[in-house]
């Protein structure tokens, strides 16, 4: 009977208990910003040759700030080195997690040898180095700009915007009440600037090849009235050559390359409206895409080639559409719901993305959104009026053309360039003309 | 008669006996049993999700700019169940709060949806608070670029996944849900350990004034790294908040755990 007793008491005992944990998410983390240090170890002695590596240093030094969102630029002038081999010490004592060294010097009367080397500090190696030969009196930016984009794929394993071009259109060749617009080309940073087309008429929508050898723009005749047209012109950026590429009537405008820059996707308004059509660069032959009464215009393609983003007035005003390109009017998906009007759509790299101007507040404000639709973002405000987005080739800044108002008849556009998410940097034209439709090489 | 008292008496031990036998065996079984459902609950712990969470409509093109709302802050101890108690207790404190809003930088989402009679703004954590929950935003980037629709409706959401039990839920959700912004500012991760979805949970121990008894990995990364600059977040971040009566067993039995990042 007490066995009986001690044993149920004993069962009992086991009383379910609950025990519960409480998770809560603290969040990604944010980027610890690495220091990067370039110095310049050319000797002292020689004047010219220090003073040339200085110059060349402050290059890199412009080049790596665009990326001050992921790494900090060392603003030190000095150099560091460790005599007895101990550099990684001395550096990590600095904080530097990258440190490049350039050197300079005299080969020939003609010859300069440029040598560099691009250290991990924390992994203690050496992760780029190479030796070029340059002429004296050259100064070497292209190569300075190659150089760094390996050394910035040395570290961050991808392409950066330091070998990108950004052609752009520009008035600074008008005189008086005689408007010339003519297309140019410069660097992603603004500097070499230089003219590619000389028709003295009125150039518009340029669009340069993936493999940066071409470009397409169209021309706007100088006819009056009914026989004016818009044609399409294609150019040779090492020759400098251009060729007439299609004058069906009306507009041959607002072309793009594909991928492959065997085609383009252009707006043609030959059968009366204006319609997006896909032309073979050799054959000329063409694929209709767009079949709607209303303006189809402003092609944009995905780099992938399987989303081509337009703008159409199917919907009663100007808004952003996409669709598979692979056939007419196949899944033509509306894209944006809100905005009096909407303009030029384009991807950006990755095609996740779609950036465009709006008009908002009597001016046009940049906007970025998701390739379905969801993630409105404003970009640009109180900045002047914003317009023409062109993303660079690794889809981390925006390049765009704003007017400023200078005076009751006076406003000026200049190129801008910012973060992907809105930082202005700065601007890449100033005194150049009237600076709008900047296209950033992919 | 005798012979009939014995055959009856053997019966009646056998009986018993038999019955002895197969209660015994019973409660054996019964033992068994219940040692088995307990060894399974033990393992299956209870978890408890504390989230943000933000209703959006789309309605007009946004008025602000993405870096604005960046810089805008954000404060998750918006309970509005909690405030609308607190405003009916504390009616004097009210132009105090009024005033110190104004003062401050104007949260996310006081600034779209004109909850400034709704809000309130506990005093005592504010020192402490507004350098840090300028950072918030800027930190949670991932997140918010869901939610970074401006000029649109956005409405206060707190959701609570998982059973709970034994203890006011509302304020328990409230003080955890303090600690990732504390904690973030110092949540910091070298450009080879981003991207790479690593995850790791920190368990935390709490006394009730709200300093760090132990921290450790409850789930590692398996990146030695990652988990220890997750730790090193925490360790800098203290001293939390204190926790009330109702609350400090939670803290102080570990029963908190941090999300890197989730």
């Known amino acids: 009977m007490v066995r009986f007793f001690l044993v149920f008491l004993f069962s009992i005992s086991f009383v379910y208990s ?15 910003k690495s220091i990067i240090h370039f110095q ?87 992760i780029i180095s190479n030796v070029h030969k340059v002429k004296i009196g050259m100064f070497e930016r292209g190569l300075i700009h190659k150089i760094s984009n390996d050394l910035y794929e040395a570290i961050f394993n991808k392409k950066s915007i330091f070998n990108s071009k950004i052609l752009f259109v520009s008035d600074k060749n008008s005189k008086g009440a005689n408007h010339v617009k003519e297309l140019f080309i410069m660097d992603f940073d603004g500097n070499r600037k230089r003219q590619l087309t000389f028709h003295k008429g009125t150039v518009i929508s340029p669009a340069i090849s993936y493999d940066k050898s071409k470009a397409i723009y169209s021309l706007i005749t100088k006819n009056r009235g009914r026989n004016r047209n818009i044609n399409l012109y294609l150019i040779d950026l090492n020759t400098g050559k251009s060729k007439l590429i299609s004058k069906l009537k009306g507009m041959n405008s607002g072309a793009v390359f594909l991928p492959g820059d065997n085609e383009i996707a252009l707006t043609l308004s030959h059968t009366g409206n204006a319609e997006i059509y896909i032309m073979n660069l050799e054959t000329k032959n063409l694929k209709r895409l767009t079949k709607h009464y209303a303006a189809d215009v402003d092609p944009s393609f995905s780099i992938d080639g399987e989303m081509l983003a337009f703008l159409s007035g199917r919907v009663g005003k100007a808004e952003i559409f996409t669709m598979n390109p692979s056939s007419l009017e196949k899944d033509v998906k509306r894209i944006s719901f809100v905005g009096d009007y909407n303009a030029t759509p384009r991807f ?6 779609i950036v465009f101007s709006s008009w908002l507040d009597n001016r046009f404000d940049i906007f970025r959104i998701n390739r379905n639709g969801r993630g409105l973002v404003r970009l640009t405000k109180n900045f002047g009026s914003n317009e023409d987005p062109t993303f660079s080739n690794d889809g981390e800044f925006l390049a765009f053309s704003s007017q400023r108002v200078l005076s009751k008849t006076k406003a000026v556009q200049n190129i801008y360039v910012m973060s992907k998410d809105g930082e202005i940097l700065g601007p890449l034209t100033k005194n150049f003309g009237n600076c709008i439709t900047p296209r950033w090489s992919k | 008669m005798a012979e009939v008292k014995e055959n009856f008496s053997d019966k009646l031990g056998r009986f018993l006996g038999a019955s002895f036998l197969f209660h015994i065996v019973s409660l054996v079984l019964i033992f068994l049993w219940q040692s088995i459902n307990l060894s399974k609950t033990k393992t299956n712990l209870i978890m408890i999700s504390h989230e943000n969470s933000v209703r959006v409509d789309v309605v007009a093109m946004p008025k602000h700019t993405l870096k604005e709302l960046k810089n805008m802050n954000i404060s998750p101890e918006k309970n509005v169940k909690i405030e609308k108690q607190e405003i009916a207790t504390k009616s004097n404190e009210n132009s105090d709060i009024e005033f110190k809003k104004s003062k401050n ?28 929950q300028a950072d918030s935003f800027d930190r949670n980037k991932k997140i918010l670029s ?88 925490v360790k800098q971040a203290q001293p939390f908040p204190s926790m009330s009566e109702n609350i400090k067993g939670v803290g102080v039995n570990g029963s908190i755990l941090l999300g890197f990042p989730i």
């Open chain 1, 40 to 126: 310049s170890l050319t000797d002292s002695n020689d004047k010219d040759l220090e003073l040339l590596s200085e110059k060349y240093i402050s290059v890199f030094k412009n080049n790596f700030s665009f990326y001050r969102e992921i790494i900090s630029v060392s603003n030190s002038n000095r150099s560091f080195i460790g005599q007895l081999g101990n550099s990684y010490k001395i550096w990590n004592d600095k904080n530097f997690k990258y440190v490049f060294n350039l050197h300079l010097s005299r080969l020939t009367d003609e010859e300069i040898e440029l040598k560099y080397e691009g250290y991990d500090v924390k992994s203690e190696k050496e």
């Open chain 2, 105 to 132: 930088k104007k949260s996310f989402l006081s600034m779209l949806k004109n909850l400034s009679q709704k809000e309130v703004e506990k005093p005592k954590d504010n020192s402490k608070k507004n350098v840090k």
């Open chain 1, 348 to 353: 950006s790299p990755n095609g996740k993305q």
């Open chain 2, 146 to 233: 869901n939610l970074l629709l401006a000029g649109n409706k956005v409405s206060m959401g707190s959701s609570i996944v998982g059973s709970s039990a034994n203890y006011d839920a509302g304020e328990l959700s409230s003080y955890i849900e303090k600690l990732p912004v504390l904690i973030r500012p110092f949540w910091k991760l070298p450009s080879y350990l981003m991207n790479k979805d690593l995850k790791c949970r920190v368990q935390i121990f709490i006394n009730e004034s709200g300093r760090l008894i132990k921290a450790k990995i409850f789930e590692s990364s398996g990146n030695e790294e990652y988990d220890s600059r997750a730790l090193k977040a």
């Open chain 1, 18 to 32: 609950e025990d519960s944990l409480h998770i809560v998410a603290v969040g990604e983390a944010e980027l610890e």
